[in-house]
C-alpha cells in the first residue's frame, strides 16, 4: 500500500528520498499508481509554481550535462536550491535507459542543494518523458527554486520541452560545421537564448565568429514574445565562465515577461495544452487496451506487413470499432 499522506508530507519537508520516491509513483504506468499519484498531485498543486522553469537543448556533444552542473553550482552558490530532470532517451529495441546523468554531473549530484533526477524517455515524442511536467510540479512543492529539464536534443523534444517551461535555452557549437546548417527555423523560433559553448582555449575566435552568425539569423525571425529578443552570449561550461551572464539574462527574461502578464499566459497556455495531452493519451490507452481492439490489431498488422492490406485501409477497420 502506498502512503500517500508520508510522500506529502515528505516531500514538503525537502526529504529527498520520499521526493525521489513520490517521482516514481507519477512515472508509474500501474493503474493503482497513477490514481495514487494523482491524489499526491493534488496535494501538493496549492505549493508548486513558484520556481523558474529552464528547458536546455543542444546537439549530442555540445556538453549540457558539463554546462548544467557548472549552472547548477553557481546558483546553489547564490543560495539557490536546483532541482534537475534530465530526460534520457530510451532504446527502441529494449526501452531501456543507460540513466547516467548522475555519473556526468557528480559534483552536483553530491551536494544537498540539488536533486538530479534522470528519468527514460519512454519512446514518447521528441525524448520528452511522459511524466517529466508531474515530475517538475513536485520538485517545485518540495522547495526548489530553479528546476532544469534537459532534453536528448533530437527531433521534436525542443517544442515538447517548451511546452512546460518558462525559459528555453539552446547550447550550440562552433567550429563543428556550418552552424546556421544546424539550427532549425523552429528552434530560432522558441529559443529565448542562445549559447556558444566550449568558448575556451583556441576555440574563443570561433565562437564568437559563430554568434555574430547566430544574432545575424535570429534578425530574420520573429520570436513568440513581442518583447523578448533573444541574445547570444558566448560561454566555457568546463571553465564555469558565463554562468552569471545566463542568469542575469534569465532572471531579466523572468521579470519582462512578468510584468506584461506574458509568463502567465503562457503558463496557462501550457496548461491547457497538458490537458489535452493527457486526454488524447488516455483516449488511446483506453481505445488500444480494448479486448476487440487487440484482436483485431494482430490481424491487420500481420495483413499490413505481409503487403496483403494497406496501413490506410487497416488503419480504418481498427478505427471503426471506436463507433461501436
Known sequence: MIDVTQLVDGVRAGDRRLLAK???????????HQDAAQHLLEALLPTTGNAIRVGITGVPGVGKSTFIEAFGLYLIGLGKRVAVLAVDPSSSRTGGSILGDKTRMARLSATPEAFIRPSPSGGSLGGVARRTREAMLVTEAAGYDVVIVETVGVGQSEIAVNAMVDFFLVLMLAGAGDELQGIKKGILEIADALAIN??????????????????????????????????????????????????????????????????????????????????????????????????????????????????????RRVLALAEK
Open 198 to 315: 566550449k568558448a575556451d582555449g583556441g576555440n574563443v575566435a570561433l565562437a564568437q565568429q559563430a554568434a555574430s552568425q547566430y544574432i545575424a539569423a535570429l534578425n530574420l525571425f520573429r520570436h513568440t514574445s513581442p518583447t523578448w529578443d533573444p541574445p547570444v552570449v558566448t560561454l566555457s561550461a568546463i571553465e564555469a565562465r558565463g554562468m552569471d551572464e545566463i542568469w542575469r539574462i534569465i532572471q531579466d527574461h523572468h521579470t519582462k515577461l512578468g510584468a506584461t502578464g506574458e509568463l502567465d499566459a503562457k503558463r496557462r497556455e501550457q496548461q491547457r495544452v497538458w490537458f489535452w495531452n493527457v486526454v488524447e493519451e488516455g483516449i488511446k490507452s483506453r481505445f488500444l487496451g480494448r479486448a476487440d481492439v487487440r484482436s483485431l490489431l494482430a490481424e491487420v498488422e500481420n495483413a499490413v506487413a505481409d503487403g496483403r492490406m494497406s496501413p490506410t485501409a487497416a488503419a
Open 22 to 32: 513520490a517521482i516514481t509513483l507519477v512515472e508509474s504506468t500501474r493503474p493503482d
